[in-house]
T-cell receptor, first 113, second 115 residues
């Protein structure tokens, strides 16, 4: 069965410093992986997705994620945090062949001035 | 622009009442999904549909039902609301399963409180 584990429930950074949100996945097949962001009282927005075309995936708002098969990881990074990045971030894996999404429990990112 | 909408955005009801949450998408997507979001659980799948007249149970389907009579709508019904169903509910849609790496598009959510 496929699953994702987000290793940190909360991450706090100062504005202008790097962001690292960690995600490990479990999958018997080549996975479809996504990062979604949820701002307070809003719906979920796709940040980026892994499509197997490249292991380093670039998303919106300066975020990137690197697919590492040997480590079964798909960590989300950003070189310099902005106050507007404060939100909940979900790492997600898609079940093969049926489009069902399996969500991690989320990481709340706080950004301090 | 295509979008996915949910109504109502906020709902307060009493234990035992039947409640229906609406979801409407203009993407013309075949696939539609209902999730609930609770602290510490992320989003969990309630029901989903791959097309008109198709419905399937998800991970947490007890006490919920859906029906799909057209492409655009997938209403979620709580047959007899319970306090444990107090949650935020999200509807989502995606294209056919034939396309790989299929992301889902989410609605703004409905906050349901059962007293």
């Amino acid at each position: 069965a496929q699953s994702v584990t987000q290793l940190d429930s909360h991450v706090s950074v100062s504005e202008g410093t790097p962001v690292l949100l960690r995600c490990n996945y479990s999958s018997s097949y080549s996975p479809s992986l996504f990062w979604y962001v949820q701002h307070p009282n809003k719906g979920l927005q796709l940040l980026l997705k892994y499509t197997s075309a490249a292991t380093l995936v670039k998303g919106i708002n300066g975020f990137e994620a690197e697919f590492k098969k040997s480590e079964t990881s798909f960590h989300l990074t950003k070189p310099s945090a902005h106050m507007s990045d404060a939100a909940e971030y979900f790492c997600v894996v898609s079940e093969v062949g049926n489009d069902k999404l399996i969500f991690g429990t989320g990481t709340r990112l706080q950004v301090f001035p | 622009d295509a979008e996915i909408t949910q109504s109502p955005r906020h709902k307060i009801t009493e234990t035992g009442r039947q409640v229906t949450l609406a979801c409407h998408q203009t993407w013309n997507h075949n696939n539609m999904f209902w999730y609930r979001q609770d602290l510490g659980h992320g989003l969990r799948l309630i029901h989903y549909s791959y097309g008109v007249h198709d419905t399937n149970k998800g991970e947490v389907s007890d006490g919920y039902s859906v029906s799909r009579s057209n492409t655009e709508d997938l209403p979620l019904t709580l047959e007899s609301a319970a306090s444990s169903q107090t949650s935020v509910y999200f509807c989502a849609s995606s294209e056919s399963v034939a396309r790989p790496y299929n992301e889902q598009f989410f609605g703004p959510g409905t906050r349901l409180t059962v007293l």
